[in-house]
């Protein structure tokens, strides 16, 4: 028989089966509701996390968009300007890397340079590497982020590309008004941007995964972060860029919990307490929780609003710009402050319809724009205008408006715009329209002056011959014909006409030696004046030797004779050069011209009234004298000019009483030079006053260590040429060398000075007597000096020229000459010194006619510094004197 079953027991194994089951159910729910925690926590974090990457990786584009707003409204920016707005972006509270422009899609502008210098110049459009992307930015109009990259200076980044596009009117493209001007290009440094982020803390409780490659949420590779999180079902957010997205996975960084805390606890306060009353309670634990991590979310997310609507109005209050709402529906529209400046509408004035604005409009606009407005709410595209403002006081300025239209969450219409005033851009578009206009007339009246200057400019206006630009521009060179031979005539005398009779005088005889070339010159040969008082003639078919000779002759001969002009017999003459166009020579026309020139020069210095060929003895002699120029520049480099010294003496007593600096060249192959085998040169050259001064500074520099040496040498002299002279630099220069005044003199070829009226010359002589500095005269009684020139000058010294004192043993004339000189220098109280003294019966006569100081080879050569301080030590002149 089998027993029954009690009640009790049913009861019994009833409740402690519902028991197990609700025990079971509650442990399972406490294991969801672990987990679900777990992953809310996690996901709070995520979201924080995503926030701080949207907040970094926005803020960066948002300063690079800045830029682009600068260049879009100064499309002419410079580098100077570029880079002082790009320093000013990438700072520290920034991760730029580096920001370039680049405009027509060419890399022009680069900051920092140093480090991407490889990158200016780059061109978008032919490297293969940046074509898509740069093309792909200009066509979506938007900004393109790509990365991370492997950057070739090191590291990696994002790159964002934002295009930019400039007002222009006439432009008629996609958008039209909108002139694409090129690239903006900003580096987003990698490591920099998760540390902002916060993707690299110590304390961050995650692990995460970013995907996403180039701002495609879809490329599902991982660029930062461990890939194996992607398989630990972890916690997915999308990551909203300026430009597509990114994708973040997460999970805690020990791992998804797999038995919650206190589980057997839990699984006995259930058996204790029932599950009644805990699961309610831990439920609602949760929810506490929950709500107030929301709470404090939504606190900080307002903040950030409250942050960023300051920002707004702080910028629309500095731009002036005024911000408009329009209901569609209802015709209702909301302006700010600013827009009630613009349209002049009462501050206090709140309600505005659509007819307010209309009535705002100047006539003459009204009807395009509020057409272009009812389009754009039409087909709901972007509305943009510029028009002009009539206020009720009757000023009236001009707008810039743009609008968007838009619907609000419960589908209502409304648009949306800003206003800013943009009178000064468009009177100053008015006035540069207005200057093109007035540019392109003035460039007609120009273009026909230039016309009928083109064939003035090519004649020479006195004499009606043409002038050296037709010679440059008519006679050879490709498809023009060659001159068989150059003539070049200059006037002889005609200076002295031209400063006597005057210029008119001058004119009338440069219209005569025209007269003449022209009946001398062949048919087919071109005439033509180049310069004031220099003619050409260039023969233009074959010649002979004998036939140039008998033309240049010709020519000399019609010169010769005498021109009357106003009760005057002018006489003048012609030098003439003449080249030859050998046929085996390649030279051009300029070539001959300069050899012309050279044969020229050649006739005047032999004598005037001539003329000479140019030849290879002539060439000969410019390549020499080319030769000896670069040489002695070279020379002064390699401080190859040295003084040597020739000691003076007291004709009563012998003593050295001075010394004349003398420049030598030590010329690295041809040896000790004295100066006639380079002056000449160096003065042609303008560097004779270099070699005076290096002279001077080895004089002052050899006179302290004469000191030194307890040599006396009271006077030093050196010479000083004409060009030294008259540079107004002198004194200056003098300035900066120590001289002790009363211990230089300065000697002055008797042709370079007296009588000269130079007024530079006058007042560096005037200083140099201030500084303590004597005059010597050099050479004199071989020049043209006068009494009155002595008497303005008031040398120290007068210094007879050797070629006067050497024929005085043998010469009594000379000898009354000599004494003549002595006795003018000590009427106006100037010492006289004699040169070229060889003999001691020159020293004997010297001496008895007056003279004060000797120098010449009798007593010493000239010698160098050690030499000369090794002579006066020695004395060797006072036994060979005696």
Known sequence: MRPKLRPGLIGAITVCALVVLVCLMADRQSRSVAREQERAETAGMLASLRAEIESTINGNIQLVRGLVAVIATDPTIDAARFDAIASALIGERSQLRNIAAAPDLVIRFMYPLAGNEAAVGLSYLTNPAQRDAALAAMRAREMVLAGPVDLVQGGRGFIGRLPVFVDDPSFEGDVAGKRPWGLVSAVIDVTRFYEASGLLREDLPLRVALTGIDSDPEDARVFFGDAAVLDEDPVVADV???????????????????????????????????????????????????????????????????????????????????????????????????????????????????DDWKDGVHPEDRDRVVAAFEAAVRDETTYTAEFRVLRPDGTWSWVRAIGAIHRDASGHRLALGVNWDVSDDVRR??????????????????????????QASLHDSLTGLPNRRFLDERIGGPGRPDPSAILHVDLDRFKQINDTLGHAAGDAMLVHAAEVLRRGARAGDVVARVGGDEFVVAVMSAVSPAGLCALAERIIGE???????????????????????????????????????????????????????????????????????????????????????????????????????????????????????????????????????????ETLLQSRRWAAAGVTIPKKSVNVSAGRLKDESLIDGLRDLAITPGELSFELLETIFLDD??????????????????????????????????????????????????????????????????????????????????????VSILRDLGCDVLQGYAFATPMSSDDLAHFVRQGSWRAMAA
């Open 429 to 454: 578009k008015m006035q540069l329209v207005e200057a093109n206009r007035s540019a392109e007339a003035r460039n007609a009246d120009l273009e026909d002056a230039r016309r009928q200057m083109e």
């Open 559 to 697: 010169m010769s004779r005498p021109v009357p002009y106003q009760n005057h017999e002018c006489r003048f003459g012609a030098s003439i050069g003449i080249a030859v166009n050998e046929e085996s020579d390649t030279s051009s026309t300029k070539q001959l011209l300069i050899d012309a020139d050279l044969a020229l020069y050649r006739a005047k210095n032999r004598g005037r009234n001539r003329f000479e060929f140019f030849d290879a003895s002539l060439k000969a002699e410019v390549v020499a004298h080319k030769t000896l120029a670069d040489e002695i520049l070279g020379g002064l480099e390699r401080r190859e000019f040295v003084a040597f010294f020739q000691p003076q003496f007291d004709a009563r007593t012998l003593d050295v009483v001075g010394v004349e600096a003398l420049a030598r060249w030590r010329h690295p192959t041809r040896g000790l030079l004295a100066p006639a085998a380079f002056l000449s040169t160096a003065e042609d050259l303008g560097v004779a006053p270099l070699i005076d001064r290096a002279i001077l500074e």
């Open 757 to 842: 009226e130079d007024a530079v010359s006058k007042r560096n002589i005037a200083q140099l007597a201030e500084m303590g500095i004597s005059i010597e005269i050099d050479d004199f009684g071989t020049g043209y000096a006068s009494i009155v020139g002595l008497l303005q000058l008031r040398p120290a010294r007068l210094k007879i020229e050797r070629r006067l004192v050497h024929p005085i043993v043998q010469s009594l004339e000379q000898r009354r000459l000599v004494a003549s000189i002595v006795e003018i220098g000590r009427s106006l109280g100037i010492e006289v010194v004699g040169e070229g003294v060889e003999t001691m019966e020159h």
């Open 240 to 354: 909203s860029l300026p430009a597509g997205g990114w994708r973040i996975a997460a999970v805690p960084r020990g791992g998804w919990t797999s038995t919650p805390e206190g589980v057997v606890h839990f699984r006995l306060v259930l058996l204790l307490a029932g599950l009644a009353v805990i699961v309610p309670a831990f439920v609602a634990g949760i929810l506490y929780d929950r709500h107030r991590r929301q709470a404090r979310e939504l606190a900080v997310r307002e903040r950030e609003l409250r942050i960023l609507s300051r920002r707004l109005g702080l910028a629309l209050e500095t731009s002036r710009i005024g911000v408009w709402e329009l209901d569609l529906e209802t015709g209702e529209l909301r302006w700010d402050e600013r827009m009630k400046e613009l349209y002049g509408a009462p501050a206090r004035s709140s309600a505005f319809m659509l």
